[in-house]
Each structure stands twice: as structure tokens, then as C-alpha cells.
């Protein structure tokens, strides 16, 4: 079992940069892989970037603008946002996932607002 708590949500300007954090609980040695999701209203949920190992993926909506990254000690994964713009508002979400032999799971956390607007 992995319980996720997103923070780091509000209001920011265009342009500007916000810094999201994902603490981690319980089972953290199953999970596999990391990710950030996003969710506008209206819209579906969508991947914002996955890390895997040394390996991370971008959307592109997102990619050169946002980066995944990993305080293994306080097990805590960031998004960090930079040049933010109108259409990155949305609700962001932390996910993991585990998966093995003929099993897989997905945790999520409460999600958390970032709101673009001058």
C-alpha cells in the first residue's frame, strides 16, 4: 500500500514557475514507476511526464518547460514548472505504479490546483 500527498499548488502569472511535491508512505520499494497527470476542466486526464529508473518522458506540451525529480531520502518526487502559461491550468496529480508477475497497481494522490492567470 502507497499513500501519496501532492502539494505545491496556487496561483501564478504567466511566465512564471511553481514547484509541485508529491511525499510518499508505505510501499515504497514495489513502485516501478513515477508520474505526473494533469486534468483541465472538461478534459480527460492527461500525462504530463513519467520516470522510470535514469529514464524520463515528457509530453510536449510540456517538455523543455517542466522536470521530474526525485529526493529519494525524504521520498518525495517534484514537478517543477517553468514558463507557465494559461493552458497548464488544470489539477495536477501524482501517480505510482507497481507491477510484477501477473499484477499491477496504481496509487494517486488528492491532486492539487495550479491556477495561470495574470
Known amino acids: 500500500q502507497v499513500q501519496l500527498a501532492e502539494s505545491g499548488g496556487g496561483l501564478v502569472q504567466p511566465g512564471g514557475s511553481l514547484r509541485l511535491s508529491c511525499a510518499a508512505s508505505?510501499?515504497?520499494?514495489?513502485?516501478?514507476?513515477w508520474g505526473w497527470y494533469r486534468q483541465a476542466p472538461g478534459k480527460q486526464r492527461e500525462l504530463v511526464g513519467i520516470t522510470s529508473g535514469g529514464s524520463t518522458n515528457y509530453a510536449d506540451s510540456v517538455k523543455g518547460r517542466f522536470t521530474i525529480s526525485r529526493d529519494n531520502a525524504k521520498n518525495t518526487v517534484y514537478l517543477q514548472m517553468n514558463s507557465l502559461n494559461a493552458e497548464d491550468t488544470a489539477v495536477y496529480y501524482c501517480n505510482a505504479h507497481s507491477s510484477g508477475l501477473g499484477y499491477a497497481y496504481d496509487y494517486w494522490g488528492q491532486g492539487t490546483q495550479v491556477t495561470v492567470s495574470s
Open positions: 508505505g510501499s515504497i520499494f514495489s513502485i516501478n514507476v
